[in-house]
């Protein structure tokens, strides 16, 4: 079965500061992999995704990730953060063996500081 | 994307009772899950509802415990039954739209069992 390692629980970084949030999976085909935010008290919202492709992928809110099959990484960055920015991170993982559901990482908590 | 609403927002049960959370689509999908997300915590999918068929519960999760419904394509409800605090958790339903694997959430239910 496939399993997301999100291995930072908490980061914190300076407004304007660059950000780069890890992310490794394992699975043994192609995955299909996502990067969801959640804001205190809201519902996931997706930020971007990867099916297959440009392994470099763009996404909303200036985010963007990028696919290593080498690897096994689909890590998040940002040039530049903003005070907006700060909630909770949120890797998945879906399979390509037509379970279609998606398994999701344990979070990374992103504070900015002034 | 889709917007999905949820009812209730949040709710403070007491023990022993129950109580049904409601999801609405503001158009059909096939595919619908339930979540529970507890404090601090990643999600884990508590089912999948498909209109037309029974849910699908994950491995830790029964019909009897998370009773789900879905009369159409727009609509589905899960059911909190006998609630005890540890079911206090945020419960969230998403639906499949746009690719497989991509999943829109709605903004939760915030339940607190006393």
């Known amino acids: 079965a496939q399993s997301v390692t999100q291995p930072d629980i908490h980061i914190t970084v300076s407004e304007g500061a660059s950000l780069e949030l890890r992310c490794n999976y394992s699975?043994?085909?192609?995955?299909?992999l996502f990067w969801y935010v959640q804001s205190p008290g809201q519902g996931l919202q997706l930020l971007l995704k990867?099916?297959?492709?440009?392994?470099l992928v763009q996404g909303i809110k200036g985010f963007e990730a990028e696919f290593k099959r080498s690897q096994s990484s689909f890590n998040l960055r940002k040039p530049s953060v903003h005070w907006s920015d700060a909630a909770e991170y949120f890797c998945?993982?879906?399979?390509?063996?037509?379970?279609?559901?998606?398994?999701f990482g344990t979070g990374t908590r992103l504070t900015i500081i002034p | 994307s889709a917007v999905i609403s949820q009812k209730p927002s949040r709710d403070i049960c007491q023990r022993g009772t129950s109580l049904t959370i409601q999801c609405q689509v503001d158009s059909q999908v096939t595919m619908m899950f339930w979540y529970r997300q507890q404090p601090g915590q990643s999600l884990t999918l508590i089912a999948t509802?498909?209109?037309?068929?029974?849910?699908?519960?994950e491995s830790g999760f029964v019909i009897d415990k998370f009773p789900i419904s879905r009369p159409n394509l727009t609509f589905s409800t899960l059911t909190v039954s006998n609630m005890s605090p540890e079911d206090s958790s945020i419960y969230l339903c998403s639906v499949e739209r746009d690719s497989p694997y991509e999943q829109y959430f709605g903004p939760g239910t915030r339940l607190t069992v006393t």
């Open positions: 699975y043994g085909a192609t995955p299909y």
């Open positions: 998945a993982v879906g399979s390509t063996f037509g379970n279609e559901k998606l398994t």
């Open positions: 509802a498909n209109q037309g068929s029974e849910a699908t519960y």
């Open positions: 990867y099916f297959s492709g440009d392994t």
